[in-house]
């Protein structure tokens, strides 16, 4: 005989054609429904992750991975640190900076953070080079006194390439008519467009040596470092730290933004909760089905339980028919997920052309289209959370039908 015996039955049971009919299209309500949670799970989860990457990458376009800092205005023996910095196998690129916030004139007057870089360095430490929409990071030249702008701050100062901007720090000079604030004139070389308001609208770069220049340096602020694994970034600069010999203020890419990758995270965590809820419900759906189910099956199972079926494999009888209905909604809920996931922004691009709409504008929004990261990993895990919800949902139906006592259910067969 087939064994194992609870599974033979259970699948015969589950290809018979029923008697009610009602009872069948419960089990198709309850399959689809499992499907449809998980498929939107699967999607919503991809959407999250894909909008997740796509911030995290365009801050990470202009954030370093790590940044050491001294203590006072300026990073001495920078060159040594840089060297050092250089042969720590987890760093991948390693540039110096200075850094300070001084008020631009151009047309008009509005505050920005000057980043003073090494143009033939600074690519290994980010993408700026990547994101100009005029000119080129290696037009910075030192003793042109060149400027390289944000699109938003362009804009903001009325400028464009090839116009002059006052550079006007918070320091002053000493003068025989009093103090004076420091200023110099600079030439718009370029402009850039990371897509992320913070750095479009107030960064300005400089060649390093120009920066020194203007706000009396003897060196550069600090040390930027690209790493292998940003999520190491915190160990890797402290230990780096501490081998270069001094005191250093050590920053991760996640201190200037921690509350925002909180935000994004607890976002994702609400929202798989939520869906999962949703999962959980077409899941316990099976309960009525299989109670249903039951009810119609009182003559078998007490035919079974007569021919010495024990009440254990009775539950598994009908924990079989509830797992396979389950699966069989899983399956068709993770085909479709990771098929609606992978060609979601194709498909929104074409409901947008069809009906004539526009879910994320761009004047709005920086993000101007849907992004779907599909992880495999998450996949698998939204499978199983639904898999255990269905097994649970099988669990009391299994147990009336052991229940069920032979004597009673035959009495008027």
Same mark, same amino acid.
């Given at each position: 005989?087939?064994?194992?015996?609870?599974? !033979?039955?259970?699948?015969?049971?589950?290809?018979? %054609?029923?008697?009610?009919?009602?009872?069948? !299209?419960?089990?198709?309500?309850?399959?689809?429904?499992? =499907?449809?949670?998980?498929?939107?799970?699967?999607?919503?989860?991809?959407?999250?992750?894909?909008?997740?990457? /796509?911030?995290?990458?365009?801050?990470?376009?202009?954030?370093?991975?790590?940044?050491?800092?001294?203590?006072?205005?300026?990073?001495?023996?920078?060159?040594?640190?840089?060297? %050092? =910095?250089?042969?720590?196998?987890?760093?991948?690129?390693? =540039?110096?900076?200075?850094?300070?916030?001084?008020?631009?004139?151009? =047309?008009?007057?509005?505050?920005?953070?000057?980043?003073?870089?090494?143009?033939?360095?600074?690519?290994?430490?980010?993408?700026?080079?990547? &994101?100009?929409?005029?000119?080129?990071?290696?037009?910075?030249?030192?003793? @042109?006194?060149? *400027?390289?702008?944000?699109? /938003?701050?362009?804009?903001?100062?009325?400028?464009?390439?090839?116009? &002059?901007?006052?550079?006007?720090?918070?320091?002053?000079?000493?003068?025989?008519?009093?103090?004076?604030?420091?200023? &110099?004139?600079?030439?718009?070389?370029?402009?850039?467009?990371?897509?992320?308001?913070?750095?479009?609208?107030?960064?300005?770069?400089?060649?390093?040596?120009?920066?020194?220049?203007?706000? +009396?340096?003897?060196?550069?602020?600090?040390?930027?470092?690209?790493?292998?694994?940003?999520?190491?970034?915190?160990?890797?600069?402290?230990?780096?730290?501490?081998?270069?010999?001094?005191?250093?203020?050590? +920053?991760?890419?996640?201190?200037?933004?921690?509350?925002?990758?909180?935000?994004?995270?607890?976002?994702?965590?609400?929202?798989?909760?939520?869906?999962?809820?949703?999962?959980?419900?077409?899941?316990?759906?099976?309960?009525?089905?299989?109670?249903?189910?039951?009810?119609?099956?009182?003559?078998?199972?007490?035919?079974?339980?007569?021919?010495?079926?024990?009440?254990?494999?009775?539950?598994?009888?009908?924990?079989?028919?509830?797992? *396979?209905?389950?699966?069989?909604?899983?399956?068709?809920?993770?085909?479709?997920?990771?098929?609606?996931?992978?060609?979601?922004?194709?498909?929104?691009?074409?409901?947008?052309?069809?009906?004539?709409? /526009?879910?994320?504008?761009?004047?709005?929004?920086? *993000?101007?289209?849907?992004?779907?990261?599909?992880?495999?990993?998450?996949?698998?895990?939204?499978?199983?959370?639904?898999?255990?919800?269905?097994?649970?949902?099988?669990?009391?139906? @299994?147990?009336?039908?052991?229940?069920?006592?032979?004597?009673?259910?035959?009495?008027?067969?």
């Amino acid at each position: 005989m087939f064994r194992p015996l609870e599974l !033979f039955i259970g699948l015969r049971y589950t290809r018979a %054609k029923r008697r009610n009919h009602f009872i069948s !299209f419960i089990s198709l309500v309850s399959m689809l429904g499992i =499907a449809v949670g998980v498929t939107a799970l699967i999607t919503v989860i991809s959407v999250m992750n894909g909008f997740e990457k /796509e911030l995290t990458d365009r801050i990470l376009g202009m954030v370093a991975h790590v940044s050491i800092s001294g203590v006072d205005a300026s990073l001495r023996d920078w060159q040594q640190a840089l060297k %050092k =910095a250089d042969a720590n196998p987890h760093v991948l690129g390693a =540039a110096p900076y200075v850094e300070r916030q001084a008020l631009l004139q151009g =047309a008009r007057v509005t505050g920005a953070v000057i980043h003073g870089v090494l143009p033939d360095l600074e690519p290994k430490v980010s993408e700026v080079d990547r &994101k100009m929409v005029s000119g080129r990071l290696d037009d910075l030249k030192a003793g @042109a006194f060149g *400027i390289i702008l944000g699109n /938003e701050l362009a804009m903001q100062l009325g400028v464009g390439v090839g116009d &002059k901007v006052t550079v006007i720090t918070p320091e002053v000079n000493a003068t025989p008519v009093g103090a004076m604030p420091r200023y &110099k004139r600079f030439e718009v070389v370029g402009i850039f467009s990371v897509g992320f308001q913070e750095y479009d609208e107030g960064l300005a770069i400089m060649h390093m040596d120009d920066a020194e220049r203007l706000f +009396q340096l003897d060196g550069p602020t600090g040390i930027r470092l690209r790493l292998d694994d940003m999520f190491h970034s915190w160990d890797i600069g402290r230990d780096l730290a501490a081998q270069l010999g001094q005191f250093y203020r050590v +920053q991760d890419w996640r201190s200037g933004h921690a509350n925002f990758f909180s935000a994004v995270s607890m976002e994702k965590k609400v929202m798989f909760i939520i869906l999962s809820l949703i999962v959980a419900v077409a899941a316990f759906n099976l309960v009525s089905t299989l109670v249903m189910l039951v009810t119609d099956k009182q003559a078998d199972i007490a035919i079974l339980r007569t021919l010495g079926i024990s009440p254990q494999s009775i539950m598994g009888i009908f924990m079989v028919q509830g797992v *396979i209905v389950g699966a069989f909604g899983i399956l068709l809920g993770a085909l479709g997920g990771v098929a609606l996931a992978t060609n979601l922004p194709a498909l929104v691009k074409w409901i947008e052309h069809t009906f004539n709409v /526009e879910f994320l504008s761009p004047d709005v929004y920086y *993000i101007s289209e849907v992004p779907s990261d599909m992880h495999w990993s998450d996949v698998g895990w939204i499978a199983a959370i639904a898999f255990v919800f269905c097994l649970f949902a099988t669990l009391y139906p @299994a147990w009336r039908a052991s229940r069920t006592q032979p004597a009673a259910a035959l009495r008027y067969e």
